[in-house]
């Protein structure tokens, strides 16, 4: 949840998993950002902010030519910004999902290795009990 500089809520993300969200504040002042986790297991947070404004203190030319090429500045730079942080979004998912594929990977093996064991188990049951069975038929027939 934010909430901007008179306490008022500027945005809420509740029960996501994984989220990418913007927002562009319009006044000055400090903004709160609340995390909660309901989750039983340890979630990472991946926060940046990004301030994109020019101020033109030091602007010796007053050519007015020179303001537009400044905002193509800005937005360029903003935009590339936007790129890397994507860039830096998509690897923390690859990672994440790495993470979780390598614990389902491990998992499946374990699983199937006490299926095969499980399995052999109960073949050498079936085997001494059919032995069992022949055995005892055997020692009836002969009496």
Known sequence: MVKGPSGEQIHDLRDKISEKS????????????????KSP??????????????????????????KPLFEHIGKLEEALYNIQFEQHWLEAQTDRQAIVNEGMSKRAMYKALFESSALICVSFLQV?????L???KLGQSRV
């Open 22 to 37: 913007e927002f562009t504040s319009h006044h000055e002042g400090i903004y709160r950002f609340c995390f909660t986790n």
């Open 41 to 66: 297991y340890h979630e990472t947070i991946d926060l940046d902010l990004h301030a994109a404004h020019f101020v033109y203190h030091d602007e010796h030319a007053k050519d007015e030519h020179f």
């Open 128 to 132: 001494f009990l059919l032995k069992h």
């Open 134 to 136: 022949f055995e005892r």
